[in-house]
Every structure is written in structure tokens, then in C-alpha cells.
DNA sequence: ACCTGAACACCGTTCAAGT
DNA sequence: ACCTGAACACCGTTCAAGT
């Protein structure tokens, strides 16, 4: 059989979610897709760049609904679809937090939140750091919570409910720090806040 | 020669700070310290657990500074100690954010900042998860600074003053939206804030 | 208590060669 | 364009045995 880029990152994407990332290496790609491991660098440079690339693809499956209107719920709009995304593969926020940190990926939600940050008149110097800020907190919830989750998941019986997934609460603090330094007429007004530092 | 724990511990310190965390492996160590890699097996029974004595003993290492009154000042102290003691090992934001995902370590900081918030105020159900999205932040934003870092230092001339780390101005957003749900005299209402959700 | 020596079961990547 | 076969230079971990 001979593949294509997207054959090898649809079978990476399987072996992922069914074995998890540790086992997700160019041999074991390999031998599932039946062919040697050097053959896959056919398709990709580097295993980081098929890790890139499935990402990207992890990504593009996430759920991607209407643009709300207002700025803070676009804003949220993103993260909540970036973590859905994530979630939908074993092991997900591991691979995509990797791809950003080596600047491979996740530039569509971190564009999204720069215009949404932009849109809802945040100090211009503010914008790229509330982005990251955002971006880091999703990143790291997600992890903890994949990892909660496949720690969980060995002991049988306890399908806990998650605790009652606190994402929506950390999202909330992140956005109204944003919405302290937003001068808008639909709220929160600056007033005591002093800076850090 | 004939090692204790500790040894290991600081030899290990040398050659993450030196070579960085890809090539701080158990041979590699073992090299190192003029002993078979299996010999390190006696001071610690894998590995990751090396890796958090490793992650301890750098935080341990790091800044301890006097606690502030105030409990935001504290909250931000408690912070930029943490990046302090991370940045002065190379890769010691990875070291130690991997330790606190495996329930291993940086359980001090987070110890700290569950006091500080709720001595501040803050609404116990939300301690935790404040306390863990400023971990998130912290953990997030350094592991960027210092992979950007050692990617800049590749390039020999721009010793790159950093883009004026915006480090506090992040952390600033973070705790301005944890002061926001703060009932204290000091400063800011809470007024037109709904939560995301 | 701390270490050796040898083995087991793996890795990512390169490269000449095949079709 | 896509793949084979073989090699290079590594990994973490186990285990019987030594002092």
C-alpha cells in the first residue's frame, strides 16, 4: 500500500487516541500502517512535524460554531472550542500545547483571540499577553484535566463526574482581569486597581 | 565512589543546566558520575522520580523572600519567586511544570497561594481553581520565555533584552480578575461582571 | 548500602537502493 | 513518489552478582 500525508496523519490520529502519545512513535506508526518506520520520512521531516501536523488536525475536527457578537463571548467562544477539541483525543492538549510551544501550531485560536481582544478595545500593548495568558490557561486546565482523567480511568469503578469541571470558573477570572483594563459602557469600571509590580 | 541522593540530585542539576533536559538521561548521568546508569536505580526507582527530586531541589534553591502583608502582594510575590527559582536553570520551567502535572511537586507554591487567596477573601469554592490558574500562567509563560530564550541564544548576537518580559503585566490581568470576586474596602467593585457560561 | 555487567525491549533518524 | 533493509547512535529498566 502506498500512503499520503493524510493517511499517516489519520492512522497517527488513531493510534493516539487509542494507545495514547507515549506509544505514538514512528516505529509503532510503522508497523500499523504496515511499512517501515523510515518510510515515513517521506512524509514528515521530523516526528515533531508529524506531531505539528497532527495537531493542526486535532484542531480543524474541533467543534467551530457562529461567532457571538460580542467580544468577551467570542473570546470565550474559542477557548471553550479549543478545549472541546482537545478533548475529543487522548492525550490532545498535550500535543497541541507541544506544536504552539515550538511555534508549530495553534495560530488560528490565538488569531482569533487577538482580533476578539482588539475588537473589545484593549490597550493594544495588552492584546498579545492577554492572548498567551488565555491560550496558557486552556493549555494547562486541559492538561491537568486529560491527565486527572486517564489517571481515573485505570481505576474502573469511579466515572467521576469531573469536579463539576472548574474550566468555565478559571476561563470566567482570566476574562474579567481582560474586562478591568477594557474600557467599555456595558460594565466593569476600572477604578482601585493597582498594577503588579 | 560512592554516592548519596543528594549527590545525584546536584550532579543532575549540572547537566539539565548545562546540556538541557533532552540530553538528562540515566546513562548520560550515570557517565557523569563514573557509575553504571543502573546504579542510579538504587537512589531512586524511576526516572520521573529523579526528575522531581531534581524539580524540588531547584525550587528549593530558588528566592524566598519575606511574605508581604497584603495578600495580592503575596499572591505576586509567590509568583515571581517561582519564575525567579525556574529561569535559573535552563529548561527549569519544564522540569518543574512536568513534576506538578504528575501531583509530584510544587506543591509549596500552590500551598501558598491557596492561603493568600483565601485570607484575601476570595470565595473558598474559587481557591482552588484561582490557585491553579496562576500556576497554569506562571508555568506557561516561563516554559515560552525559556524555550524563546535558548532559541535566541542560538543566534549568538541578539542577546534580545527579552520583549520587556511581560510577565507581571500578565499576572497583573490574572490577579485583577481574581480581585474582582475579592469583597474587600481596598478598591475595585464588582459591578457589571457576569460569568462567561 | 551502593555498585557492576549484561541483557531486554525499545527509540529517532539516515541512506543507499529498489519500483 | 513512495517504500525497503540495514545500520547508527542512542534510550529506561531489570536483575543476578559483587563489596
Request: some cysteine.
Amino acid at each position: 500500500m502506498r500512503y499520503h500525508r493524510e493517511d499517516v496523519v489519520e492512522r497517527a490520529l488513531g493510534v493516539l487516541d487509542t494507545y495514547g502519545l507515549a506509544d505514538l512513535t514512528m516505529r509503532r506508526l510503522g508497523t500499523e500502517l504496515g511499512i517501515q518506520p523510515s518510510a515515513l520520512y517521506h512524509h514528515f521531516a521530523t516526528k515533531q512535524l508529524l506531531l505539528a501536523a497532527v495537531a493542526d488536525e486535532i484542531l480543524a475536527r474541533g467543534p467551530h460554531g457562529p461567532r457571538p457578537a460580542r467580544w468577551d463571548d467570542r473570546v470565550a467562544a474559542t477557548c471553550e472550542e479549543l478545549r472541546d477539541a482537545m478533548l475529543a483525543y487522548r492525550d490532545g492538549a498535550e500535543v497541541v500545547a507541544t506544536s504552539y510551544s515550538f511555534g508549530l501550531g495553534a495560530a488560528a485560536p490565538y488569531d482569533d483571540l487577538v482580533g476578539a481582544l482588539a475588537e473589545g478595545g484593549l490597550p493594544a500593548d495588552l492584546v498579545p499577553t492577554a492572548a498567551r495568558t488565555l491560550l496558557h490557561f486552556v493549555f494547562g486546565h486541559v492538561s491537568d484535566e486529560q491527565t486527572h482523567l486517564q489517571a481515573g480511568s485505570a481505576g474502573a469503578i469511579d466515572d467521576d463526574p469531573l469536579p463539576a469541571s472548574d474550566f468555565a470558573a478559571g476561563l470566567g477570572l482570566v476574562l474579567d482581569g481582560i474586562r478591568v483594563r477594557v474600557a467599555d459602557r456595558s460594565g466593569i469600571e476600572k477604578r482601585g486597581a493597582r498594577p503588579v509590580t
